[in-house]
């Protein structure tokens, strides 16, 4: 039994929707790594990719912007 | 709410004097009025608590011609309108009442009418021209329904202890319903911690007649496959949910006949409800609440700041852990379960509270964590998908850091002990992944019990295996869903709605009513992308979105608090009562057999040494474990459940035997 069934790749204006969702509510615990690690559970979860070691980073999810930059390059 | 019992017997009809026995025994359940009837092959009771048409709707109630009678425990929200539908069909009510809406219904639409009925229940009815005797339970096990086969016939009642009333009834604790508790915190329908003794599932009807028993679902939870569910748009689902839990408090607050109150937990559920159901009144509504003379487990804080935005006229009950130990016994006596937590006893306080400010009816922020997705376990399995990607990797193990902000001894400040028990069991291909954790380090308590017990434990063949009872489909559900089916088909009737709900509510005769497990909230939660419910790791995300403009932001905002309690740490301070000792004395616990009593010692010994304080989770499990199965042991199995009291007046006596007449 998969624990994720594949996802189809979302259009981008549903990208845009599914992140403004996230950040609508998003709680950041203050510790930047941390919440990095929070972002990339949920793009991971939301968007159906998985995200490098690397990726998994402040430099990549810290802000709306940098993650929609993130999935423009997993979602292509 | 009432209580309902009841016999069915192929042979002489049943005795009234344990009808009326059965019918003491739930007079806490049901302290407004009694009744029963007595026909051929059947025996119903009822204790009633009158809630709505207190003047009429006493029971057991029949259709117009009394071919149909049914005693019933609950409430159909939804009466008024099926009520109406069945008047334009030809009835002829006699009261306005919701159990007569149940006697029309079935009538018509025989067990069709389930599908229409949106409320929490428990009825049986006895169709007096089959000869058959129906039992029903609402879809997700608010009100209970146990039963018993004895010889040929059927006993069954609201609780046990009823059942126990008939001596042809065996009480014994069953390993297996032992085993499932040191697994899943609970046993799951139909086992019980009684052997012989089941319970009808939630979502589930049950026949008796010539044909013998059988039962099946008239409802199961089920959930869209991952990606295809309807609604994706985050804003129209917090307008389209918004709805529905309006109209399910508005329902639950306004189909009464006598006052209903609220609970405040400090939390956003019974926020969200109680700021619904104060626009439904131009009175002063009534708030209650739990504090705890420990602030590591106190609200109050988020409590008062709640009442105070909603002008409510506020009451509340502090606890210490020297009332809970005081309590406890009673506790385990309405409960009929081994608890691993003490946090049922506190909230026998306060319905306790509840009943004395005049109350017996409270709306409750119940259902939202296990509906809406705001559990800690829903948390812990997202972190546990993102690792299972990458096991090897370190960035991906800190997720667990992130988990239980809340506790004292949060996994962020003890990493290494986060990664080594979050990272146990890491299978991607694992339907349980959620729970795995949970059940494994449950299960190390039977590591207490005697060589005897383990033995038949395992020759019981519990636990049930609850993956196998997961639909086929379910493998295409997003993996919170199957988190969800787990939650619900476990700890929600098992403990939450049972230990914690029910039985503490019912202790001190006060309905609860629960606006987050009504038929459409459910319908529509389950139908929602999981993302919509678990945002990341930002709990009852839609929830929040809906009703923000509701709550004040530092209660939208706040990490969720799990409702606890003091355990170890109220029965192993010095002070604590007798009948600590006395039921882990070694006579006790070779009477019940259950537990090594030199593991025992040592456990209680080590919980003395910090007065119950300094210990883990685990152990705090094992000391509530003893205390209450070895409580269960003394009340249940040495003696009868007790509670034999008179039932309560007036008194309806229904007699269709024949007997006595010319």
Redesign the interface.
Same mark, same amino acid.
């Given at each position: 039994?998969?624990? +994720?069934?594949p996802? #189809?790749p979302p259009a981008p204006h +549903?990208v845009d929707? *599914?992140l403004d969702? =996230?950040y #609508?509510? +998003?709680?950041p615990?203050g510790d930047p *790594?941390?919440d990095a @690690?929070?972002?990339? @559970? =949920?793009v991971?979860?939301?968007f159906g990719v998985?995200l490098s &070691?690397a990726e @998994? &980073?402040p430099a990549h999810l810290a802000g709306r912007d940098a993650v929609r930059h993130l999935l423009t390059r997993h979602l292509a | 709410m009432c209580g309902i019992c009841g016999v069915a017997t192929p042979g002489p009809p049943p005795d009234a004097a344990l009808l009326l026995r059965m019918v003491g025994r739930l007079r806490h359940r049901g302290p407004d009025g009694s009744g029963y009837l007595r026909d051929q092959g059947v025996g119903l009771g009822h204790a009633r608590l009158a809630i709505i048409d207190t003047t009429g709707g006493a029971q057991p109630l029949s259709n117009e011609d009394g071919s149909l009678w049914i005693v019933f425990n609950g409430e159909i929200f939804t009466c008024v309108g099926l009520g109406n539908e069945l008047r334009s069909r030809g009835h002829a009510f006699r009261t306005a009442s919701d159990t007569e809406v149940i006697v029309h219904g079935w009538g018509d639409w025989g067990e069709q009418a389930l599908d229409r009925f949106n409320g929490q229940w428990a009825f049986a009815l006895w169709d007096r021209t089959r000869r058959q005797l129906v039992l029903s339970r609402d879809r997700l096990g608010v009100r209970p329904l146990y039963y018993a086969h004895t010889g040929g016939g059927l006993v069954f009642a609201s609780e046990v202890k009823a059942l126990f009333a008939d001596p042809s009834v065996p009480r014994a604790l069953d390993p297996a319903g032992l085993d499932e508790t040191l697994t899943y915190w609970s046993t799951v329908a139909p086992r019980t911690p009684f052997a012989g003794v089941r319970q009808l599932e939630p979502g589930y009807v049950a026949y008796l007649d010539a044909d013998g028993f059988r039962s099946h679902p008239y409802w199961s939870m089920d959930f869209p496959p991952r990606g295809e569910e309807p609604g994706q748009d985050a804003r129209a689902n917090a307008v389209a949910l918004r709805e529905r839990i309006v109209e399910a408090s508005r329902l639950r607050f306004t189909r009464s006949d006598v006052p209903v109150g609220a609970y405040l937990s400090g939390g956003i559920d019974s926020s969200v409800t109680a700021a619904v159901v104060a626009g439904y009144t131009e009175a002063p509504l009534d708030t209650f609440s739990l504090r705890f003379a420990d602030d590591e487990f106190d609200e109050g804080d988020y409590q008062q700041l709640m009442a105070r935005r909603l002008g409510t006229r506020h009451h509340d009950v502090v606890v210490g852990p020297q009332d809970i130990a005081e309590v406890f016994p009673d506790v385990v006596r309405h409960a009929e379960a081994p608890l691993l937590r003490a946090a049922p006893a506190p909230l026998f306080l306060l319905s306790r509270l509840v009943r004395a400010s005049g109350y017996k009816v409270v709306v409750t922020g119940e259902g939202a964590d296990e509906v809406l997705g705001g559990y800690d376990l829903y948390r812990e399995a997202r972190v546990r998908e993102f690792w299972t990607r990458d096991p090897s990797s370190d960035v991906r193990g800190r997720a667990a850091e992130l988990l239980y902000p809340w506790m004292a001894r949060a996994p962020g400040q003890a990493p290494a002990f986060a990664r080594g028990f979050f990272g146990l069991h890491l299978a991607a291909d694992d339907p349980a992944l959620s729970h795995r954790p949970r059940w494994t380090s449950t299960a190390a308590l039977k590591g207490l019990l005697t060589a005897d017990m383990r033995a038949r434990c395992a020759e019981s063949g519990a636990p049930l295996d609850l993956l196998a009872r997961l639909p086929a489909h379910s493998a295409g559900w997003d993996p919170l869903a199957r988190a969800q089916w787990l939650e619900m088909t476990t700890l929600l009737p098992g403990y939450i709605l049972s230990s914690q709900g029910d039985r503490m509510l019912m202790a001190n005769s006060i309905e609860g009513r629960f606006p987050f497990l009504d038929r459409d909230v459910v319908a529509y939660a389950d139908a929602l992308p999981a993302r919509h419910k678990l945002s990341g790791l930002e709990e009852k995300y839609l929830l929040k979105r809906a009703f923000a403009d509701l709550l004040p932001p530092e209660i939208v905002r706040r990490p969720k608090q799990p409702y606890r309690a003091p355990d170890a740490a109220s029965f192993c301070a010095p002070g604590a009562p007798d009948w600590v000792g006395d039921v882990t004395g070694a006579d006790a616990l070779a009477a019940a057999g259950v537990f090594e009593p030199r593991l025992v010692q040592g456990l209680l010994t080590k919980a003395r040494r910090s007065g119950g304080s300094g210990l883990g989770n685990t152990d705090n499990m094992r000391v509530l474990a003893v205390l209450s199965t070895q409580l269960l042991h003394h009340q249940f199995v040495v003696g009868d459940g007790g509670g034999d009291a008179a039932p309560a007046t007036p008194l309806t006596a229904i007699d269709l035997t024949g007997e006595g007449q010319p």
């Open positions: 039994m998969p624990s +994720r069934p996802d #189809a +549903r929707a *599914v969702e =996230f #609508a509510l +998003r709680t615990s *790594v941390l @690690i929070a972002t990339a @559970i =949920f991971e979860d939301a998985t &070691d @998994i &980073d | -």
